[in-house]
């Protein structure tokens, strides 16, 4: 079977966690073998990385930020998303090159044109395979700020404003205009049951599955 490469986005509290749970237990019924993953993370030493820079107490600029960011998942591409694709595994990755986009092209640089050219680069470079289809969780910001806000700790990034995670939200849905076949808008709202059946339509068309 070939492998497939799909990536869930959104912003905070959206519900990815377990519409990736729920993707994968249909994909498991119906015999299809995966690989859940994550980034930043996924591989040791990506995880390594991705302690530094969820750490609240981390202390770096946004350029140390961006270069770690692709540093993590230069290493997870090779180690982990690359070897499992071409063993014919679905790769399933909760975030991708997207996140870095909107967080800090958005978010962090307010959509700066250097900025994303920048990372543009950094894509052209280290990323040798893009997700073939990402599925962006939208919801609304103050929602998702809310749900975000029930868990006991939050990270570097959760600690954000919302105008923060406003310009993330606007990113992703720059993304989502400039690529529509790719990157497809799931409505977030409702049950996790809902939104599941949203993501399994979605995918199932997308990959001829009954």
Not at 92 to 115: K, L, P
Not at 170 to 193: C, N, T, Y
């Amino acid at each position: 079977m070939q492998g497939r490469f799909i990536s869930f986005e959104g912003t905070e509290g959206v519900g990815k966690t377990t519409a990736i749970e729920q993707l994968c237990a249909r994909l498991e019924a119906h015999g299809i073998d995966y690989l859940r993953t994550r980034e930043p993370g996924g591989s040791p030493f990506a995880e390594q990385l991705r302690a530094i820079l969820l750490d609240p107490d981390t202390k770096i600029n946004d350029n140390t930020e961006l270069l770690l960011m692709f540093a993590a998942r230069c290493d997870h591409l090779q180690q982990v998303i690359l070897p499992a694709l071409q063993r014919g595994k679905w790769v399933i990755c909760d975030r991708f090159t997207d996140s870095t986009i909107a967080y800090q092209g958005f978010g962090r640089a307010h959509g700066d044109e250097e900025v994303r050219a920048k990372i543009d680069s950094l894509i052209g470079q280290f990323v040798t395979q893009l997700p073939e289809l990402t599925l962006w969780l939208d919801l609304p910001v103050l929602e998702g700020m809310a749900r975000a806000g029930k868990r006991s700790a939050a990270d570097r990034f959760e600690q954000q404003a919302a105008a923060f995670f406003t310009r993330v939200h606007k990113g992703f849905s720059v993304l989502a205009g400039e690529q529509p076949e790719r990157i497809q808008r799931i409505d977030a709202s409702g049950s996790a049951d809902e939104v599941s059946v949203r993501v399994w339509q979605t995918v199932a068309t997308r990959f001829h599955l009954s």
